[in-house]
């Protein structure tokens, strides 16, 4: 059987072939004279497995899209305090305002716009490290989200860094509020390399999808950045990814994104997958047009919007019994599903609306896929304050979901793999 | 037992009372000379279950919290592009521009700022209501999202229609750019009943809940608004709700929100809960100090921020095994857990990646206990394609996750409520 | 003979004549439906003749024109810090920004601007007047610029008092900072009845005059405001009476001006005239297409232009000679001209340089036509230190150009109708 | 006798000696650590007499005046429409928005905030001079309005250019909008350069005497650019020259004027005198704050405000009687004064109101000092008209302030040196 995925991008890519509006990028003849009909998508799962479509081979430069990236690194070598003293995270609003600096203190709106993204560039790799080594570091870094080494695109780095007046105006600003430290055209140089980096899809949906799995490259093993970061970069491309249509991506496409100016986008749907999608043409915000088309149409399709409320999950009690009888009676609870904090909590109500009459009372794990942080906590203080209230607690968990159950001062439980151990004489 | 979420309300409290920062809305003395020190939060689960600490008795005026709400009525009423039209999506970047409007078209930035409630607020309701009637339109409306009748506080209503000086200003632009279509006085007296609504921290946490819900206020049951408005809602929540720290909130707590000028706060935890608190103090943003903090220690602790990747789900295929033998011989696959996009993926890349080589074919959902709706569409693709490449397919679905199975052209599956039912002798 | 300047008017307006770019003003159907072909032009000079041309008897409602006298009315009411306090006198730069508040104050950028106009309109008058009274004041006050009782056009009044959604909401806005301290709708609906004042280009030039004269009207010889007064108004007409063409008509006009939507517009030229055109159709600032080529042609015809530097006049010291012999001997110093600081100067520095070695020094006035204030104290206190240094000093002042000269203390001087008194032997 | 001047000028200093509010420019030791009780006058009169007191003698760097004169030698160079394709002449407005560039154009807003003099430094010379000529020549066309040779201060001039990140950021912006052609490093050195120019007061009001003298350097009495240069510039000085004070400045001291952080500040008042002051304490918008008090004072005591309107100047026709009889009978008008339009006008309308019996008429301009160019038109087309309506027509001019009279088609003149030559037997 062949996967349904890669006929759904075909059929995906096919359906917004025809749009032809936009233009590529006229600033430098490396991008104003690409391809403007190439066009290819990527989708790599958190397990690691790639699909893609279209021109998945061609290779263009990543641009802004290794804001996210770099900002991110950033973070992880400087920590969070020393990034957001020089960049905040606010989206900037305007669009024609392509300054967007604090008024007073100069510190760009956020890592998303170029004063920002080079203020950031300037923040990765140990504070002291040379220019040099610092641009060896980001394209390490990238190279570690990617899962393969990126090679720079020297000639689309020699035409950009010749035309990169704004970016040298937006350095200079920066330099004379001491939001960077160093030379302003060593920093826009840097700069202009990271955007250089060389990827086609299949790259930009590791990348992404290395966001959507908590900074672990799902295809490599390696771990990249923290969860913590993850969760930083995340939230900021999802308020200030897509410049000054934040909002309106939000609402229509909801995932966090970033596009790049060679015509790159890529989204990253926590926990689930990243996507990238690649077409010359852009619109006048500088996103590519029928990449936007592509999110819309997965978002449709996937149900992958963050503010898509899912569907009620099933009851999380699968069934409340007692088993046995006299002195070894045992009250049974056999929970099922995802346990998250609605769930902690519908257990500790039924403990509490229905307090159990019998000493004994179990808790079936069998049927849980799993208990995130919270719900184990939840979980755990029941089981404490059952003891608490006299009953022996036990935990029936086949698959250790709930590894090493510690219920806290004045709790006790006892493991089991199966009901049966209960010597209740009966199953559930 | 007794549960602990309220023990951790009550904690969560405790560890925010001493902060005295901040200072109560001065403009009315309705809110200048609220009791300073009040304090309460409030929970409401998506099954309707409602938690509350602290003052969670006293009412105040809902104020700007009524904004998203009535965001929802409108595009509920008049429809997505009616309010589209008059309202944008986009955050204003800048605190102290309270106009915010579209250059040219005068439109509002978002619903969540001033300019843009009041359009909204015109958009309740059928498009011929009275100005009367559309007020009682919005009454019964936060009256369906909370659960219980509210009513209006006739002084502060008074009080701060005296003193709307601004938002009669904000009125009057909006008519001159036929943002609104009535009488701008007529306008500000209908948004200042709307805001002066008392509610308390339970009916602000059931009215997050709704939100949480889909739109289906969880204590009631009744259906408020569609689950295309509540996305749409939550995203302008989301990016827009806490005026220009958008960013820092998503960031630092990341659930959608919407402050109000009482002291009153909330978040939506899509599937999982509503969320309200309560403490009149204001920071220079105009959000309830206390009400921050406890919202940060609410993420930090369960977990809710949107870009939190969650761990690891465990494999969806739980088991892969050949049952019987000869003729009668079947493949089974045993899936498990709450199936989404990347379980799916993954069912559909077991197939591909080793090919049954029985003719018979069972996938077992006995421990699945969800299967959203890209993933049910991913198993009946599938079972359709392996009904094309030659195989009988089945389906174990004793608990009915996947009902009424349809594979499309060519597909062709058989349902059994148990294994046994396979005769192929063997057990999963 | 026929004095040129009809003939000048006439021949200008024939000029422009052909032009028909712009477009009336279209908000209200008594602007919009104006004829669009009416033409004409007024001059009135600072001794009161008054030259009109075209269509100089069509009255139409006078508008942002009268934005700078009510503004001086209320500088003349109030005083200058009670004005000043409440609205400002810088250019507001931005055009699309209709509001130009200063941020924090709300103090409108200055008079010129609707923002501005509403806030002295209400500073017209004594404080305690009732609004009605206060129309009233503006209405007498206006009249005493023009010189005759003006009439409030009743149909424009109504019409824009229907429209004045914009102007509400400025002046809510106003309300809101404490910049005005009354019910916006009534500061509005006094507001709108001063702009629909009839006039017509005589009765424009007429006003313009009675700035370029000191404050008073030329014509009627009333005194209306102070001298002090119309410096002020003159210099805000210069910097902010064209909006954000401000800099544009200081460079290729330059003189203090304002224009009406109704295409009113008027300059004033300091010592000389007022000037006054009218021609509905206005340009994309809102300033009337033909006025502002016939002001662009008056100041290259008549040389008008602040700016302009008036070619070298001729030497203030006419002669130096010295009178008789002997006993009777007399330095003789005859001046010419209008003495103005220059002048001043060139004479103290005539008797620094080459000291007068004859006790008796003469100083003859009989060719000057003025001597402005600073000028009559640089002569006064060079008679005072020659008087110290021991000379006589006589003035011959036939025409009292220098009346009751006190040079100060130690000083003393003779004043003769001719130089014959001087006995001296001899003549000028 | 000693010159008053002097003295007043010593007397203006004390009375601002003992200001000591504001500070030194902190952004290079060479401004820092200026003595900050350093203070001095200059004033330089239109026929070239330089007066100054207090530390007239002290050097320092010419820092923003230099704007308005390198403005000068621009459009000089290049003609107005290429300048002003590349820089606007509005106000600025906004004093902390740096950049203020035209959105889209990139055009910065006026050539006396640093984008704008950075671009009209680009603009000095001819089109293809190198950027080390163009300097010479921006040094050449200073020294040509001081008067002497004026020399670059290193120090001064290593130290701006090493912090000097905002003015290349500035640069960079320009180059990004094709506003200058050139490497923005280069641009932003030579306005160092420029900047970097000593000067003392008596330099400083040379220069500021030299736009009083419609660009005749007074002293020297080099031409150095035309009077339509001049024009242009004393213009953008009145609206632009103090940055967003400018409509406070116009109010209140009334003189087109540049400031620089060095605390120099000029002031040119036309057709009279330049005056500059020195102090190097700045208040917060970057004027030197001893300097506006002296400015101020300035105003109240010379009358240099140019919307002061000089008192009514004496009537122009001193006198109007007929000479003779019979045949020889004669109608004289006798004029005086300085003759300008409201002059010409005058005259004109006394014939048209008293047309003449006498078929001779003489007007006699023995009493007259000046007559500008366009009385000088009004008078000779008064005499046009006197011979087309049968009338002979004679000048008494003896000292030929109406050179070369043309009266134009159809008109005829006898200029005569003296009444007598009439022949009419009386005298005026």
């Known amino acids: 059987m062949r996967s349904p995925i890669p006929d759904y991008l075909a059929e995906a890519l096919r359906s917004v072939e025809a749009d032809q509006s936009g233009a590529t990028a006229d600033y430098i003849p490396e991008l104003a004279d690409a391809d403007p009909d190439l066009l290819a998508a990527g989708l790599c799962t958190v397990d690691g497995h790639v699909y893609s479509a279209g021109d998945a081979g061609v290779e263009f430069s990543i641009q802004s899209i290794s804001k996210p990236f770099v900002c ?35 510190r760009p709106l956020n890592p998303m716009i170029n004063a920002g993204a080079i203020t950031t560039h300037t923040l990765a790799g140990p504070e002291e490290a040379t220019p040099e080594a610092r641009v060896e570091r980001i394209i390490d870094g990238l190279s570690a989200f990617a899962g393969r080494r990126l090679q720079v695109d020297e000639s689309v780095y020699h035409s950009e860094l010749s035309h990169a007046y704004r970016n040298r105006a937006l350095a200079n600003m920066l330099r004379a509020h001491d939001i960077i430290g160093e030379d302003p055209l060593v920093a826009v140089a840097g700069y202009t390399r990271q955007c250089s980096l060389l990827v086609n899809v299949d790259d930009l949906a590791v990348m992404a999808a290395t966001l959507a799995n908590r900074g672990i490259n799902p295809v490599t093993g390696a771990p990249v950045v923290s969860a913590k970061v993850v969760r930083q970069t995340l939230s900021v491309m999802a308020t200030c990814g897509m410049y000054d249509g934040a909002g309106d991506w939000m609402t229509r496409v909801g995932v966090p994104a970033k596009s790049g100016v060679a015509g790159g986008l890529i989204g990253a749907l926590p926990g689930q997958a990243g996507i990238a999608t690649f077409s010359p043409r852009l619109d006048r915000h500088g996103n590519s047009v029928r990449g936007v088309e592509l999110f819309e149409r997965f978002t449709a399709d996937m149900g992958m919007h963050l503010m898509e409320v899912p569907p009620a999950a099933p009851a999380v009690i699968r069934d409340r019994r007692v088993l046995g009888a006299g002195h070894g009676k045992v009250l049974l609870l056999a929970l099922q599903g995802d346990i998250r904090f609605a769930g902690g909590e519908r257990v500790a109500r039924e403990f509490q609306e229905r307090p159990p009459a019998e000493k004994r009372v179990a808790i079936s794990l069998r049927r849980v896929s799993s208990v995130d942080d919270v719900a184990r906590r939840m979980l755990l203080e029941a089981v404490r304050r059952l003891t608490l209230d006299g009953h022996d607690v036990y935990l029936i968990d086949p698959d250790t979901v709930l590894p090493d159950p510690e219920p806290g001062t004045g709790g006790r439980v006892t493991v089991y793999r199966h009901v049966d151990e209960l010597e209740a004489g009966s199953d559930d």
Chains 1, 2, 3, 4 share one sequence.
């Open 72 to 106: 991110a690194l950033a973070l992880a070598d400087r920590g969070f305090d020393a990034v957001l003293e020089k960049v905040g995270v606010e989206p900037s609003g305007d669009a024609f305002n392509e300054i967007s600096l604090e008024p007073g203190s100069g």
